[in-house]
């Protein structure tokens, strides 16, 4: 029985899915279609068109597991601790000043392996 169950909620999935397809397909010909028309009208009708296609969307199952997977990224990004200006300013000058300091040993390389080489090559 729960099989009958998850193949008619799959089917009806795929019949979602078709139907996003088909309003994305219609915002893409209309918007070409209409071209002579007002920007700000097509604007309006393909952000109608996408929040529909967006709202079945959601309706799926892979929709829904996207929507709390977002919405549970949220509730992390709360309990993340961010740095205080002062810290990323003193961040930010170490990674400056490494930078700076592995820059002069490159360019110390590359000069010292520029000299022999000219030294071998004549």
């Known amino acids: 029985m729960n099989d009958k169950v998850n193949n008619a909620e799959y089917k009806l999935d795929s019949l979602k899915w078709a139907v996003v397809a088909l309003l994305v397909g219609a915002g893409v010909y209309g918007n070409s279609y209409f071209a002579a028309e007002s920007m700000l009208y097509r604007v309006i009708g393909l952000l109608v068109l996408a929040g529909v296609a967006g ?68």
């Open 55 to 122: 709202w079945i969307a959601t309706q799926t199952s892979k929709g829904s597991a996207l929507v709390t997977l977002c919405m549970e990224a949220r509730t992390e990004i709360r309990k993340v601790v961010w740095p205080t200006r002062a810290e990323t300013t003193q961040t930010t000058m170490i990674v400056v000043v490494v930078v700076i300091i592995v820059a002069i040993i490159l360019w110390g390389l590359d000069t010292l392996l520029s000299w022999l080489i000219s030294l071998v090559i004549g």
